[in-house]
């Protein structure tokens, strides 16, 4: 089994301020984690995702995320962010698990990323 | 713009009633999966389809049924709906490698009454 916690459902930061999105996953074989973005009323875009190739790694509009083996962890960051980030992120895991769970996306709750002026 | 459409944007059904939700491929995309998202939820996984089969099912009532065509566009359906069905409908499309990043249409927001 597999799963996702994204710590806080809402984060609030300055415009220019450093964006920290934290996000820690449970899964038996070793996993692949994803990091989605949702504006209102639109579908998932991939921001960046780890493949087990190396542990930090860089996806658009300046996010990047490390993979964290010993603290099950997968945190987003950007190191300053803009009016444009203010947006909804998902964390997600998959895993090469074999069965009905062969390339299911597990996500978490979410996280409400709010950017002040 | 990520190439993968769906039909229609919005709906409106009573309980009880059926539904069909359509999700247009990528182009070269053989696999899609279904994903219900309600309100101030996460994503959650409905089923995915691997070349015509079902090869992937979430903790989804046999209510909940798909198709996907041999042009790799998809249907889901669902019978009997119940007022708890109200969400965004999400399909996303990939190569069909494990780690081939998924592709999300914009939704179909489907509303219960």
């Known amino acids: 089994a597999q799963s996702v916690t994204q710590l806080g459902s809402h984060v609030s930061v300055s415009e220019g301020a450093l964006v920290l999105l934290r996000c820690n996953y449970s899964?038996?074989?070793?996993?692949?984690l994803f990091w989605y973005v949702q504006y209102p009323n639109q579908g998932l875009q991939l921001l960046l995702k780890?493949?087990?190739?190396?542990?930090l790694v860089k996806g658009i509009n300046g996010f990047e995320a490390e993979f964290k083996k010993s603290e099950t962890s997968f945190h987003l960051t950007k190191p300053s962010a803009h009016m444009s980030d203010a947006a909804e992120y998902f964390c997600?895991?998959?895993?090469?698990?074999?069965?009905?769970?062969?390339?299911?996306?597990?996500f978490g709750q979410g996280t409400i990323l709010t950017v002040h002026p | 713009e990520t190439g993968v459409t769906q039909s229609p944007t919005h709906l409106i059904k009573t309980r009880g009633q059926q539904v069909t939700l359509r999700c247009s491929s990528q182009?070269?995309?053989?696999?899609v999966s279904w994903y219900q998202q309600a309100l101030g939820q996460g994503p959650q996984f409905i089923f995915q389809?691997?070349?015509?089969?079902?090869?992937g099912r979430g903790n989804f009532p046999p209510r909940f049924s798909g198709l996907q065509f041999p042009n790799y566009s998809s249907e889901l359906n669902v019978n009997a709906l119940e007022l708890d069905d109200s969400a965004l409908y999400l399909c996303?499309?990939?190569?069909?490698?494990?780690?081939?990043?998924?592709?999300f249409g914009p939704g179909t927001r489907l509303t219960v009454l």
């Open positions: 899964s038996s074989v070793p996993p692949y």
């Open positions: 780890y493949t087990s190739a190396a542990t």
């Open positions: 389809y691997y070349r015509e089969e079902e090869n």
């Open positions: 997600a895991v998959s895993s090469n698990a074999g069965g009905t769970s062969y390339g299911k996306l597990t």
């Open positions: 182009s070269g995309h053989n696999t």
């Open positions: 996303a499309t990939k190569a069909g490698g494990l780690t081939d990043t998924q592709y």
